[in-house]
């Protein structure tokens, strides 16, 4: 019996041992816990040596473990900051592109136009000399307006320029008659007649079409791409729901618990809960893809008809040509405005300054060629700008539906697809076996990691899609050829231009082209309603009375 008894306590002894040589092999597994801990920043009294029972963890697994409640608090905001900087990572490399391509564009736009002005003014200069220093504010305050369309787009292309042509021809009429004397009425008549008397030829009608579908492409393809920047930028800022952060907590550091600190998160567990914490960014995607196919449709108008590189130009030769057709045609147009208007007093003996062949232009600029299109500051092409920004779009169609499955390719969130049976599932080192749910807010009610609230989509990302949805009907009303207004974004009428005006590369005869309602017209229509205004002045007190009744129903 003694001799049974001794060998009882040396096996209990023998199994004692066994289980203090396992505890401190186990504490061995913390210190490389403990360590990645405090690289972190983090205190390293938070941690324990060896584990610890684990019935304090919230969200991590339970049982024996290297983390503590600290640590559990801690890796939690850890996590969130982790997925919101690679979040971030992603959305500004993207927003980057359309920063950078759109700053391209603007230098190039603004200094083409800047050196179309001096273009013109030099060769100006040189071909008609003092004549047209006499005038010069005519043609500077042409390009002013045109950079103002640009930069504010309160400017009424079509009426700018019939102004310009309007006053020119009042300018000329006076040097190619300066024998007579010419009233402003007289001249106001001679202006009213520009279109019956066509004294520039075609070039009027011709540049006014060109101009205007070009800067309405232009000008709209840039604040397409600012647009594009400015969603992105809002929506890169990631704010982590409850639910969100438990599931990341789980995903990212709860495997450091279990001591398996090189065992990363497997693909589908990580897709699943990137889809859950990015569902309301997966809505967007629609929106977004309608918006890069306007954007690409627009890029081919300004690389064919509508490129405004090739009407700007050679702007300086087609008003020259112009001037030229009005000096051939002077006698005929002449005779044709004294027969409409009058004829004028001659000036008396002794005023006359110049006899008309003083004042006849002379010369001609030398003949435009394509190939010698000036290399602007941006240093190229608009063509060449334009198909970089083009593939820049095509890589960035459906960004937001792959945006999940784009974290989870970087090596610090996932292991890859490859390594599917030692990878961390949430629980331990083994295979995921879950399906992927799909993109999008409505697709998560079975998201078998993150639950997420399918009822209340994120109000930010409805005004981005509202914000896309615009912007893409702006688009297409450039593509046809249409003025667009930015500054009221509420538009009712955005919806409009969306139409086939331009199937096929077919764009509308220059006869049947007609732009949108633009700010120009807008007196017009306050003179109208002011007229209508004081044909029925019991109106506005019948729509005040009218008005205090209902509000009194209301109440």
Not at 289 to 301: G, K, S, T
């Amino acid at each position: 019996m003694a001799r049974l008894g001794l060998l009882t306590l040396l096996c209990t002894l023998a199994a004692l041992s066994a289980a203090l040589l396992a505890a401190e092999q186990n504490s061995k597994s913390c210190s490389e816990v403990l360590r990645l801990y405090v690289s972190k920043g983090f205190n390293k009294n938070d941690a324990p040596d060896y584990e610890i029972n684990g019935d304090h963890l919230k969200i991590c697994p339970q049982g024996y473990t290297c983390c503590s409640e600290e640590m559990e608090e801690k890796y939690s905001l850890q996590s969130k900051d982790d997925f919101k900087s690679v979040v971030n990572e992603q959305c500004n490399n993207l927003q980057d592109i359309f920063d950078s391509r759109y700053k391209k564009f603007d230098e190039f736009f603004k200094e083409l136009l800047e050196n179309a002005e001096k273009s013109l003014n030099d060769m100006f200069v040189k071909t008609y000399g003092r004549l047209y220093m006499q005038n010069s504010e005519l043609f500077k305050d042409l390009f002013e307006e045109l950079k103002r369309y640009y930069a504010v787009g309160n400017v009424n292309l079509e009426e700018m320029l019939n102004d310009f042509w309007a006053h020119l021809l009042e300018r000329m009429f006076r040097l190619v008659n300066s024998q007579y004397q010419f009233t402003d009425e007289y001249l106001e008549c001679v202006s009213k007649h520009t279109e019956q008397l066509k004294p520039f030829g075609d070039v009027p009608r011709k540049l006014k079409l060109q101009v205007t579908r070009a800067f309405v492409a232009a000008r709209t393809f840039a604040q397409g791409l600012a647009a594009a920047r400015d969603v992105v930028s809002k929506v890169s800022v990631v704010n982590p729901t409850a639910e969100c952060t438990h599931a990341l907590l789980k995903m990212i550091y709860c495997s450091h618990c279990r001591g398996l600190v090189t065992v990363k998160p497997c693909y589908n567990y990580c897709s699943n809960i990137m889809r859950g914490c990015l569902a309301n960014q997966g809505d967007l995607d629609l929106e977004w893809n309608n918006f890069i196919d306007a954007m690409l449709l627009v890029a081919e108008r300004l690389e064919g008809p509508f490129n405004i590189e090739s009407v700007m130009d050679p702007i300086d030769v087609k008003i020259s040509d112009a001037i030229m057709n009005m000096q051939e045609n002077s006698v005929q147009v002449s005779q044709k405005v004294f027969q409409g208007c009058g004829a004028p007093n001659p000036l008396p003996a002794g005023r006359i300054s110049r006899s008309i062949s003083e004042t006849a232009f002379s010369a001609r600029f030398r003949p435009y060629h394509p190939e010698e299109r000036p290399t602007t500051a941006a240093g190229t092409s608009l063509d060449r700008l334009v198909t970089d920004v083009k593939e820049k779009l095509k890589q960035a169609k459906k960004f937001w539906s792959s945006l999940p499955s784009n974290v989870c390719n970087d090596e610090r969130m996932a292991a890859g697809n490859g390594n599917e049976d030692d990878c961390w599932n949430g629980n331990g080192k083994s295979r995921y076996l879950f399906a992927v749910t799909g993109n999008g807010l409505a697709n998560q009610g079975n998201n078998p990691e993150v639950q997420v609230d399918t009822s209340k989509p994120d109000v930010l990302i409805l005004r981005q899609i509202m914000a896309l949805r615009v912007m893409t009907n702006k688009m297409k009303n450039a593509y046809n050829g249409n003025d667009v207004d930015f500054i009221d974004l509420s538009d009712e009428n955005s919806g409009e231009g969306s139409g086939s005006g331009c199937e096929d590369q077919r764009c509308p005869s220059e006869a049947e082209y007609n732009g949108t309602n633009h700010s120009g017209n807008e007196k017009k229509a306050a003179d109208s309603a002011g007229a209508r205004l004081e044909a029925q002045p019991y109106l506005l007190p019948v729509l005040c009375i009218l008005f205090l009744v209902m509000q009194r129903e209301w109440r």
